[in-house]
Antibody, heavy 120, light 108 residues
Framework: QVQLVQSGPEVVEPGASVKVSCKASGYIFSDFYTYWVRQAPGQGLQLVGRIHPKSGGTYYAQGFEGRVTMTRDPSITTAYMELSSLTSDDTAVYYC?????????????WGQGTLVVVSS | EIVMTQSPATLSVSPGERATLSCRASQSVGINLAWFQQKPGQAPRLLIYSASTRATGIPARFSGSGSGTEFTLTISSLQSEDFAVYYCQQYNQWPPYTFGQGTKLEIK
């Protein structure tokens, strides 16, 4: 079955960086983008960006450009999101989700989420 | 960027009754709209896409309607497991795909 398994929770200091991983299984990795969506405590869903599985081409949402880097390693069907210069506003649960490269762009499977707490 | 606005922010309904949630887009998105359900501590789950098509495994009590800028999610007879937060999302215009702010469905 389709699974997206994310790395564990992180506590990081302000100004530092965090790297979250998303291990995909149960489907053809190269057929799906990996999107990253974050959710601050008690808030809604905010798109962070996406990465193409084959080309590695990325899109970063406004507000994250210059601070986020998304990569992937197709050989181990894993995507990564690194966020730098962290502030308390970056405290959130970060989700990865798969979206088909071809066809209707549905967020049909999600990782379990990774809690990132920015605190000194 | 297309702004998605959901109403109400919180909806109180008794089990067994019908719930109607609304979503409005700042410009037409055709039928390129999805609905998600999110329970506390869980990831969002896709319920509806193309405005009215249920995703795999979603019960028939969930239905979606609308097109253009006005959309509705209806839950015909609320079960205890349906109390959650619901989000709409447009995927008509990229970038970016955008979410509404959510409607919390609570037990009355």
């Amino acid at each position: 079955q389709v699974q997206l398994v994310q790395s564990g929770p992180e506590v990081v200091e302000p100004g530092a960086s965090v790297k979250v991983s998303c291990k995909a299984s149960g489907y053809i990795f190269s057929d799906f983008y990996t999107y990253w969506v974050r959710q601050a405590p008690g808030q809604g869903l905010q798109l962070v960006g996406r990465i193409h599985p084959k080309s590695g081409g990325t899109y970063y949402a406004q507000g994250f450009e210059g601070r986020v880097t998304m990569t992937r390693d197709p050989s181990i069907t894993t995507a990564y999101m690194e966020l730098s210069s962290l502030t308390s506003d970056d405290t959130a649960v970060y989700y990865c989700a798969r979206v088909a490269v071809v066809g209707i762009p549905l967020f049909d499977s999600w990782g379990q989420g990774t809690l990132v707490v920015v605190s000194s | 960027e297309i702004v998605m606005t959901q109403s109400p922010a919180t909806l109180s309904v008794s089990p067994g009754e019908r719930a109607t949630l609304s979503c409005r887009a700042s410009q037409s998105v055709g039928i390129n709209l999805a609905w998600f359900q999110q329970k506390p501590g869980q990831a969002p789950r896709l319920l509806i896409y193309s405005a009215s098509t249920r995703a795999t495994g979603i019960p028939a009590r969930f239905s979606g309607s609308g097109s253009g800028t006005e959309f509705t999610l209806t839950i015909s007879s609320l079960q205890s497991e349906d109390f959650a937060v619901y989000y709409c999302q447009q995927y008509n215009q990229w970038p970016p795909y955008t979410f509404g702010q959510g409607t919390k469905l609570e037990i009355k």
